[in-house]
């Protein structure tokens, strides 16, 4: 009975490569997001969708393609993956967007690039 | 350019004493305010909030303060157990139109441990 699922928990990966972490609610929250935790533990937002829209886009480079398919499911694919984009990658959820309502994380996949 | 911080990296506290966490800001913006709780291996779970209309908000153990002239705002929690020990984020958000609507922006957080 999770509420907010991410998967995979770890992604070892090369250099160049594309890969993609899934992320799914339960609660039947009508906003999802995407935050990065960088090397200096900073939680930084990069996208948000409202009902499959793209609500927030935080200057990420255009090689990160959220996906919402429908407004239980988000998405990250990234392409030709770089070292920097090594971190701890969170997926949430909220009731409401821009109303104060309290995220609801997952566990979060630990990306490294080698 | 970190507009929420937290300034303490690690705090140690003994059972069933209070712990305090601090969180300073520098957008006036901002008019919601939250700690989280992340647990290793674990998403962060959200604790309390509380708006800039208020200077308190309490829920058990934990209460927060709010200081808008100081930008500051601290957790407390009394008292203290071992099951506490976690990492606190400190996180603020604003509701202005624009890009900043409903975003969070966190602190990097503080490690507690609570010693029994």
């Known amino acids: 009975d999770t509420a907010v699922s991410q998967t995979p928990k770890y992604l070892v990966t090369q250099m160049g490569n594309d890969k993609s972490i899934k992320c799914e609610q339960n609660l039947g929250h009508d906003t999802m997001y995407w935050y990065k935790q960088d090397s200096k533990k900073f939680l930084k937002i990069m996208f948000s969708y409202n009902n499959k829209e793209l609500i927030i886009n935080e200057t990420v480079p255009n090689r990160f393609s959220p996906k919402s398919p429908d407004k239980a499911h988000l998405n990250l694919l990234i392409n030709s993956l770089e070292l920097g984009d090594s971190a701890v990658y969170f997926c949430?959820?909220?009731?409401?967007?821009?109303?104060?309502?309290?995220?609801?994380f997952g566990n979060g996949t630990r990306l490294t690039v080698t | 350019d970190q507009q929420v911080k937290q300034n303490s990296p690690s705090l140690s506290v003994q059972e069933g004493r209070i712990s305090i966490l601090n969180c300073d800001y520098t957008?006036?913006?901002?008019?919601?305010f939250l700690w989280y709780k992340k647990y290793p291996a674990e998403g962060p779970t959200f604790l309390i909030s509380?708006?800039?209309?208020?200077d308190k908000n309490e829920d058990g153990r934990f209460t927060v303060f709010l200081n808008k002239s100081a930008k500051h705002l601290s957790l407390h929690i009394v008292p203290s157990q071992p099951g506490d020990s976690a990492v606190y984020f400190c996180a603020a958000s604003s509701n202005a139109g624009g890009t900043s609507y409903g975003k969070l922006t966190f602190g990097q957080g503080t490690i507690l441990t609570v010693h029994p």
């Open positions: 957008n006036s913006m901002f008019d919601y």
């Open positions: 509380i708006s800039s209309i208020k």
């Open positions: 949430a959820s909220s009731l409401l967007q821009g109303s104060h309502s309290p995220l609801h």
